[in-house]
């Protein structure tokens, strides 16, 4: 018996950390030059950045105030936005699908330079989100 709950709660687990993971890009060139590349990309697939979260500001301001004196980032953003098609075909396959939206790049920077990523989607509908994310960012990092 204890085997079996080891077993399940190893999966759940694991599934976790899958649900977790990213895929990163090294971008080769400055953290404005990447978060421009970024943002110009997904304007030119057509799509509306919902919002620029500025998280790495975020994390410096607030570092103090939570008793730490670690840099995290030299700078991080994350671009949200969603693809009113790609959604509503997702979406219509699995409306849970709604769990991933709206989609986010991630642009930061840090000791081993700038990196640019989003996360690694689920098997089925989703791997179109994951093409559409790596697609803008190849794109960013050609420009």
């Known amino acids: 018996m204890r085997f079996l709950i080891f ?12 649900a977790q993971t990213a895929v990163l890009y090294n971008y080769d060139g400055t953290f404005d030059d990447a978060t421009f590349s970024i943002e110009g990309a997904i304007l030119g697939k057509g ?8 998280t790495g500001e975020m994390l410096s301001r607030t570092a103090i105030d ?6 995290i980032f030299k700078a ?14 997702v979406m219509e396959a699995d409306p849970l699908n709604i769990v991933h939206c709206p989609y986010n790049i991630f ?4 000791d081993m330079g700038v990196q640019i990523g989003h996360r690694v989607y689920p098997d089925g509908p989703m791997q179109i989100v ?3 994310l790596s697609d803008i960012i190849n794109e960013a990092i050609d420009f």
């Not at 939570?66 to 840099?71: A, T, V």
Request: glycine fraction near 4%.
């Open 66 to 71: 939570l008793g730490s004196d670690i840099e």
């Open 130 to 132: 994951q093409e559409l």
């Open 107 to 110: 642009v930061f920077e840090n």
């Open 76 to 89: 991080a953003d994350i671009f949200l936005f969603c693809s009113a098609a790609i959604s509503r075909k």
């Open 47 to 54: 799509l509306v950045i919902d919002h620029i979260s500025h």
């Open 7 to 18: 077993c399940v709660v190893s999966i759940f687990f694991a599934g976790i950390v899958k």
